[in-house]
């Protein structure tokens, strides 16, 4: 039994099935729930793509700014002496071939004081001429900014949310209260630093617009009292590869130096967001797995309305293996052209997220993203094939395994039982 042309006649009939359908009567019922099902699917798959890009771009935003203000990777001492050699260091690890740059540093808690006001924070002491080679929000800061920072003037650059807290403008002075006081016979007291506030900088990073200092290193050293820099920062052509030029690193410099890289400094936050994307993506797979597993439904009614053509179909030849073909042909398709629908959907929302919220703010009259509490400003997005590829394949299988129950049943019809009341 074939039909006359060379596409076998499963396909042709399950294709047929698909899309038959009257504009009333069960046949119309039956393709009205087959659409509903495309749909679901389409709308689920939709969903995923465009969620997940979401939380990429988010995840892509923050970590660019993160990694504005962080190195790629910090070399560190052992001990509390720092680096003797801290140049030879230096020319050491700029041997690697993934290192750009390389800049000294000293980073050391304390607190910063004006009036009543107190805050912690992060001080680092920087050569200016040295770390605008290995973070890029130096290269942000004017450049008087970056020459008021000269040995010897004590002058600090702060971030902007520190200098709100603390009430500060540039030109006022402020006391550093480093941690270790110095003996007297009246007793252990604090060691205090008044310096100047030559700018103000603001990374778009709370976390360090809210904690970090910038000063000139040799500053540094003198206040905290040490004889070296604290570690080097580094610089990389690849920042996702610091993990394992951060390895290479470890083996190459030997037991006393620490070597850490810019994924390990803030594993938490990236642990966490990998978490928050695998129950989104469990959460909205449920949206595909219900459109998908409404092709059953879909499938019980078609074999039970078709009962008919399918005893015609036995008794004209055509085996059990072939009916069930058939109907897996049908919920193939729909599974197929949904999950198409809903990658062409998603993409194209992804891929224009940055005009679409615009538009459904300005038609709303609301911000999705305030600038005075987010900050970011508009709704990032960064589809990667690594997350739309699985969500494809996903969503087809389990159209696919929708169907295999019913149209096992559909093979299994007994061709006089079905037409002994035809």
């Known amino acids: 039994?074939?039909?006359?042309?060379?596409?076998?006649?499963?396909?042709?009939?399950?294709?047929?099935?698909?899309?038959?359908?009257?504009?009333?009567?069960?046949?119309?019922?039956?393709?009205?729930?087959?659409?509903?099902?495309?749909?679901?699917?389409a709308l689920g798959v939709a969903a995923l793509i465009i969620v997940l890009s979401v939380m990429n771009g988010f995840q892509k935003e923050v970590r660019d700014r993160m990694l504005a203000v962080v190195a790629h990777i910090e070399l560190l001492a052992t001990d509390s002496e720092g680096f003797a050699d801290v140049t030879g260091l230096m020319a050491q690890a700029r041997q690697h071939?993934?290192?750009?740059?390389?800049?000294?540093?000293v980073a050391q808690q304390a607190l910063m004081a004006r009036g009543d006001d107190m805050r912690g924070a992060m001080v680092r002491g920087i050569a200016p001429e040295l770390e605008t080679q290995v973070t890029d929000f130096t290269l942000q800061l004017p450049p008087s900014v970056r020459d008021a920072l000269q040995p010897g003037s004590f002058n600090v650059v702060l971030g902007g949310e520190l200098?709100?807290?603390?009430?500060?403008?540039?030109?006022?002075?402020?006391?550093?209260?480093?941690?270790?006081?110095?003996?007297?016979?009246?007793?252990?007291?604090?060691?205090?630093?008044?310096?100047?506030?030559?700018g103000l900088f603001d990374s778009g990073h709370y976390e360090y617009d809210a904690t970090l200092v910038l000063l000139h290193i040799d500053d540094a050293q003198r206040i905290f009292r040490l004889t070296s820099p604290s570690g080097v920062r580094l610089k990389l052509k690849d920042s996702q590869q610091a993990r394992s030029v951060?390895?290479?690193?470890?083996?190459?410099?030997?037991?006393?130096?620490?070597?850490?890289?810019?994924?390990?400094?803030?594993?938490?936050?990236?642990?966490?967001?990998?978490?928050?994307?695998?129950?989104?993506?469990?959460?909205l797979t449920l949206i595909v797995a219900v459109a998908a597993f409404n092709l059953v439904t879909t499938l019980v009614m078609t074999v039970t309305d078709k009962r008919a053509d399918i005893a015609i179909l036995r008794t004209l030849g055509a085996?059990?293996?072939?009916?069930?073909?058939?109907?897996?042909?049908?919920?193939?398709?729909?599974?197929?052209?949904g999950t198409l629908a809903g990658l062409l959907l998603g993409l194209g929302v992804a891929f224009n997220i940055d005009v679409i919220v615009p538009a459904i703010e300005n038609a709303l009259g609301a911000s999705f993203l305030p600038r005075d509490i987010y900050l970011i400003s508009r709704m990032p997005s960064d589809p990667q094939s690594a997350d739309i590829w699985p969500i494809v394949l996903l969503s087809l299988a389990m159209a696919l395994v929708a169907t295999l129950y019913p149209s096992w049943r559909a093979s299994r019809i007994n061709p006089a039982e079905a037409l002994r009341y035809e």
């Not at 540039?170 to 630093?193: C, E, S």
Request: charged fraction near 15%; charge should be positive; avoid cysteine.
């Open 1 to 41: 039994m074939t039909a006359p042309s060379r596409i076998p006649y499963e396909l042709l009939i399950g294709w047929r099935y698909t899309r038959a359908g009257r504009s009333s009567g069960r046949n119309g019922f039956i393709s009205f729930i087959s659409g509903v099902s495309m749909l679901g699917i």
């Open 97 to 105: 071939p993934s290192v750009l740059a390389a800049a000294p540093f």
């Open 163 to 198: 200098a709100r807290a603390l009430g500060v403008q540039v030109g006022d002075r402020v006391t550093l209260v480093a941690p270790g006081g110095q003996v007297t016979p009246a007793g252990v007291m604090p060691r205090l630093k008044q310096l100047t506030v030559a």
């Open 246 to 283: 951060a390895s290479d690193l470890a083996a190459q410099l030997g037991p006393n130096v620490i070597v850490r890289d810019w994924t390990r400094q803030n594993r938490n936050w990236f642990a966490a967001v990998q978490v928050e994307k695998r129950m989104m993506f469990i959460i």
């Open 319 to 337: 085996s059990p293996r072939s009916i069930m073909t058939i109907f897996v042909v049908q919920g193939a398709t729909v599974g197929v052209l």
